[in-house]
């Protein structure tokens, strides 16, 4: 089973830039589709974005232009950029395949507030 570590999350205030990394325990090059997905408290987990093992990705809406995703198949790693946060971005994120089918992670908390 592959595990999964987010990191990166912090306090940023609005208009700020956080990047998150989510490491994996093994090679994720045959895994075809990977997504971040967040959690605020009282909502469900949701997906913000995906990419495919080929690089084509898709984004929530509300991330669409601010959010950008991307994996490193050498070095088992996906990441997110997050750029002109927001506070409604306030949430626990988490990576997993896309659509989600290993055991959450931990996740990493962002926060953003002023």
């Known amino acids: 089973q592959v595990q999964l570590v987010e990191s990166g999350g912090g306090l940023v205030q609005p208009g700020g830039s956080l990047r998150l990394s989510c490491a994996t325990s093994r090679s994720i090059f045959n895994i075809n589709a990977m997504g971040w997905y967040r959690q605020a408290p009282g909502n469900e987990r949701e997906l913000v974005a995906g990419i495919t093992r080929y690089g084509s990705t898709k984004y929530a809406d509300s991330v669409k232009g601010r959010f950008t995703i991307s994996r490193d198949n050498s070095k088992n790693t996906v990441y997110l950029q997050m750029n002109s946060l927001k506070p409604e971005d306030t949430a626990v994120y988490y990576c997993?395949?896309?659509?989600?089918?290993?055991?959450w992670g931990q996740g990493t908390q962002v926060t953003v507030s002023s």
């Open positions: 997993n395949t896309q659509p989600s089918a290993l055991t």
